[in-house]
């Protein structure tokens, strides 16, 4: 939870300080730049960080070492081609990448992927140890000193080149102390074996398809809202502020997600199926319980919220966020049916499931931003038109509620998906583990107490 929360805090001063020194242009296309490097991330590190979790929480010294070199041997390799790629295609369209919003991506993050390289590898291998407060301390040099430099900058108002040069360095200044401190496994480079390579890339194949696909149920709606010509960065810069406050949704859910994990791979490794279903029950149920009460608070005070993080300029974001709430009380079954999946060595199932749910995202969000979007400015404008309102006036006034009212929608497609994603996910999970749909409310609703009174009374 400290590691989460606190790092969340530090994310969350920065967004703030950034939309405050940002113009609403500049600051869509860094959207664009984190967004689409989270994506490409998710790409180089898939294949290998749920399997080392799985894998290293179980292992003697020597496997221990081996996993840990392919580990890194493997994401070094993809990293390096991964920056070709991307090298090769902004040389080859330059013009069209700027002017698509997605330049600075193209241009920085082939420099980015190896700035973060030994920060990523620690996270992985730290997980799997259990080691939290090392995880922690890295994340705060990491955010931490580049929320540092937002204070400082919210006075000097450099531009966004030097705001970019301070995010490059903090990242490479998180990775070295990692790899001084042999928390990313680099000293094991050569210990690598073609036996631990092979076990973390056959489990690392569906997992990556996973990883890229939860990814791109986020993702996916930045990316669609930025090609649109009817939103385009101003778009993703009002999109994001309602985005950005689901993590306030997740700050614990990673934290229970993060432990349950090895815990639930330890229980399934040694075949106990009943130690499985129970760590899912009291989690999946438990988090459900606890986040009734600040989703209920959220919607309530969505716009007092928005205007905290965004300002008056993004207060039109409000009921965006809303609909994010009701999405958050879905979100924690979600989220540990596919812990559960990938704990029981079902990995390929998992896949399947987030595969249903982006191609759902992305058919919904497509349609919406593509075709509603054009119609309902064209309808709008005609309406304003024919009540006497001048052309100009009302394309401006007609763009500015379409833009809004498509932004709502994208929203509710992220509710749809993530019900079909239950569905299917706890369709497999319930062959694999029989289990009762009744008790991730009924265990559900007893951990989530206990959670409440272990918390009381370690403050009194």
Not at 69 to 89: C, E, F, K
Not at 254 to 262: C, D, I, V
């Amino acid at each position: 939870m400290a590691n989460n929360g606190l790092v969340a805090i530090f994310g969350f001063l920065s967004f703030l300080l950034l939309v405050r020194i940002l113009s609403q242009e500049t600051f869509g296309e860094w959207i664009l730049f984190i967004t689409a490097g989270n994506f490409i991330d998710m790409l180089r590190f898939g294949i290998t960080r749920t399997a080392l979790v799985r894998f290293l929480s179980g292992a003697s010294e020597k496997e221990a070492e081996q996993l840990m070199g392919a580990n890194y041997s493997i994401n070094l390799i993809s990293t390096a081609i991964i920056a070709a790629l991307i090298v090769g295609a902004y040389m080859l369209f330059p013009g069209p990448l700027e002017a698509s919003g997605f330049g600075m991506f193209f241009k920085w993050y082939p420099l980015l992927s190896f700035l973060t390289l030994g920060f990523n590898n620690a996270q992985s291998v730290l997980q799997a140890r259990m080691k939290f407060d090392r995880m922690l301390y890295l994340r705060i040099i990491n955010v931490g000193s580049f929320m540092l430099f937002l204070c400082v900058n919210f006075f000097l108002k450099y531009d966004i080149d030097v705001v970019l040069f301070a995010y490059l360095a903090t990242n490479f200044l998180s990775s070295l102390v990692a790899s001084f401190s042999n928390w990313d496994g680099i000293r094991y480079l050569f210990r690598a074996t073609k036996n631990a390579s092979s076990t973390i890339l056959d489990f690392g194949k569906y997992t990556t398809g996973t990883l890229i696909g939860s990814n791109l149920l986020k993702s996916s709606d930045t990316f669609i809202i930025g090609l649109s010509p009817f939103l385009g960065t101003t778009g993703v810069a009002l999109y994001s502020i309602p985005l950005k406050l689901t993590e306030i949704i997740e700050i614990p859910l990673r934290s229970f997600t993060a432990t349950a994990f090895p815990d639930m791979s330890r229980a399934s490794i040694m075949k106990d199926n009943e130690g499985v279903k129970s760590i899912f029950y009291a989690n999946a149920g438990g988090m459900t319980f606890l986040m009734v009460p600040l989703m209920i608070f959220s919607f309530i005070f969505a716009e007092q919220i928005v205007y905290i993080l965004g300002g008056k300029d993004y207060i039109i974001t409000a009921n965006i966020f809303r609909i994010f709430c009701i999405y958050g009380l879905l979100l924690p079954i979600d989220r540990f049916i596919g812990v559960a999946l990938d704990s029981v060595n079902q990995p390929r199932l998992n896949f399947y499931k987030v595969v249903y749910m982006a191609a759902a995202n992305i058919i919904g969000d497509s349609v919406v931003v593509f075709g509603f979007a054009a119609s309902f400015l064209g309808f709008s404008w005609l309406v304003l038109l024919l009540n006497g309102v001048m052309p100009d006036v009302a394309y401006k006034l007609a763009h500015g509620f379409t833009m809004v009212r498509t932004l709502e929608w994208v929203a509710i497609v992220t509710i749809l998906f993530t019900i079909i994603g239950i569905v299917v996910g706890y369709s497999y999970l319930n062959k694999a583990l029989k289990l009762r749909f009744i008790d991730i409310f009924v265990i559900g609703y007893s951990s989530g107490k206990k959670m409440i009174k272990s918390t009381l009374n370690r403050i009194s």
